[in-house]
């Protein structure tokens, strides 16, 4: 079993930043990924990060403006969103696959014009 926590997010203002870790713990493999998801309301859930093997990939609405980082060594991931815009507004999960998938219990983030 994997446990994860996660902390941050919020409201800010339209061209605002903010920052979302999530540490995990358990029994996590060595080889794993983690990584953020958003659902916006009447929208499928999305995957925004991911992070594997010190390689990223983002997508595409959230490119240059989202930055995943880890530490490998407190097993924690963090997304620290710079430029936000309304349609930011989500509620955002961390996730972490190991043996299988793990999601971290999500927060709101809401984006004023």
């Known amino acids: 079993q994997v446990q994860l926590v996660e902390s941050g997010g919020g409201l800010v203002q339209a061209g605002g930043s903010l920052r979302r870790s999530c540490v995990a713990s358990g029994n996590i493999q060595s080889r794993h990924v983690m990584g953020w998801y958003r659902q916006a309301p009447g929208k499928q859930r999305e995957l925004i990060a991911a992070s594997a093997n010190y390689r990223t990939n983002y997508a595409d609405s959230i490119k240059g403006r989202f930055t995943i980082a880890r530490d490998y060594a407190k097993d924690t991931v963090y997304l620290q969103m710079n430029s936000l815009k309304p349609e930011d507004t989500a509620v955002y999960y961390c996730?972490?696959?190991?043996?299988?998938?793990?999601w971290g219990q999500g927060t709101q983030v809401t984006v004023s014009s």
């Open positions: 996730y972490i696959t190991t043996d299988r998938d793990y």
